[in-house]
């Protein structure tokens, strides 16, 4: 005999949440069907090189690796952006454009434990292929926001960032390691940044402009706007509010140009729920570069706003309970489980032979609201009793009419 | 530049078979629902222990397994009943019973990728737990059988065994590793059991028991048939054929009494698509003991089964193609979009600014059956056209009575 528990940091889920996340899923796969993407999904493992080749070492840290049995290292993706453009360069080339392909799939990420972050979490994300022009980037911001209200989010904040003006202005300060100032830019390590660039003669130039909020001054640091002017203006026929903050830095190195992330303040410190942008991967992985662009949602993390929220998730209706009384009335009943399933009735019949007393009491315990009480006399005269689990009341019907009651 | 591809035995999922996937995981999880049963899940990996405990070295051979970084070994799961049992230590003994919990979940196993086996494979499945009832055992029989069918799928045979016969009979002929014996059963590796206990004096006895088909034969074997013949005699109730099979091992040594296996004979020698029974795992698990049966469907072998008999998937509806003419019509296609899109209506809205010709290519490659045309002088008479992309015919229609025509 031993105990063993679930790997830390990873979660089993009951009933009662596995209802809430099915429901959850269900409804954010609609919203990224009606803008016209078609699902797929990749495996679970990929070779680690699809996650180290533009990240470098920052990632491997984080990442579940191990070889296979010739040795090669595989790795549980952590996140599913790179594993799509791999299955793209592979397959997808030559499919009409633009190609628009979601995903809902788990990832994983080897670090300390903390409030919302799981060493196994789920991601919900598409990404937009063979098309960057500024109403496409505009709806797929949109989508990303619409996914998150339609999910019952009532307060999220979007940010909008453009990767091109950081690096850009980077170059102007003859900065080299243009990485590294922007990891230590989306991790808000700005005391950092300040002994690395800090004697820089644009250093005060570069932290108003991350702080600059009104894309109408943005010109006088001498980055290129008109692009991200006309995202932004398709953005606004969606008439969703957003923040300009160019302090967004996105972790990963592949992203260019635009990039969004979007809040739920009522998580507190980790509050992130979405983030994307444009990005490039495909000719780094064998492929003819077009443009590509994407986002992903943490479905935990919304999940968990939603709760903070206060929203409130309707249950699913419980079975009806079926209670044979005595043998002849449990063969009966299982007939009348099956007839009442075919027409699309939840059932649950009595395995156990308990008596009616503690039928009743595991039935409530259960939450279910109605139970068939089958009795040998009343079955011969053709009827049956349901029971108001609720009222407490009881009412005999006629067998046939006892779809009318349920 | 380099070239990664997914790895060995691994698949990605185009739209077309996702759809497929999300179809058939649909009508197979009601089924559950409709017999009372509740989903929940698990993690994707496990401390190693957890499928080592009862099954040894044969099973860490074709497990992917690795260690964290504090050492301890870890596995992604090769099936699911060991993590629910584990859940069920950790969490939910003191739920009602029984208990009914079905998953639907990946695993993973390491061995040669053959047709219609991968190293990535998906289980839906269940587990009946804290109750033994032959009407119980009878209806999760019957439960894997009907979700099967309402899979649609129209060939299957279901064969029932009993482990308890095969091991007081093994017990019987003196033999000592009982679980060698039962593997080489269910690997189907005769030659090799004749090699091993072929001087037994009940050898052919044995071996005409694993062959005997006719439930009144089986007492002249010595073993107790009470409890099987009560659960077959309900079984019939639920009108489900099938066959008596002693020859099903299970590969895996905590099932006992009553297992069951059901076949797709259209997928040739790779046939099994089903296998359950009753098993013990709580009190190795550190729990109180309590009965507990379940099964495991093979989803994967389940759609190819389904595609082998010829089963027609009904695809679902393609968005709506948006074709705006000019700079103006490509924003009013915008808040059209939003619009009907609030409808529920699946809307592809043109991103690429193409001409009318090339659109119409698109929508036709794409296999949707409705571009809405809004052109400029249309519009401003409050109209737009429709035309069906398989007759070709066109339409003008008011704006107001758009969505009667979709």
Known sequence: MVSISKPRGTRDFLPEEMEKRRAMEKKMREVFEKYGYEEIATPTFEHLEL???KSGEGVIEETYAFADKSGRMLALRPEITAPVMRFYVEKLQMAPKPLKLFYF??????????????REFWQMGCELIGCDTPEAIAELIALAYDVLKEAGLKNIILRIGNLDFLRSFIDKMGIKDKGEVMRLIDKEEYEKLDEMIGENEYYEEF??????????????FGVETKKFEDVLSWLSLFNIPYKIDLSIARGLDYYVGIV???????LGAEKQICGGGSYKLISLLGGKEVPTAGFALGFDRILLALEKEGFVFSPSEKPVYLLPIGDEMRKEAVTLAMELRNEGIKVE?????????KSLQYADKRGMKKVIILGEDEWKKGTVSIKDMETGKQKEVKKEELLIHL
């Open 260 to 266: 969004f992330e979007i809040d739920a303040p009522s």
């Open 349 to 357: 019949k009595d395995l156990m032979r308990r008596s009616v007393q």
């Open 105 to 118: 799939g788990n990832c994983f990420r080897y670090d300390r434990p903390q409030s919302g972050r799981y």
């Open 207 to 220: 932290m108003e402009m991350l702080k600059e909020k009104d894309i109408t001054k943005l010109k006088k």
């Open 51 to 53: 996650f180290t080749l």
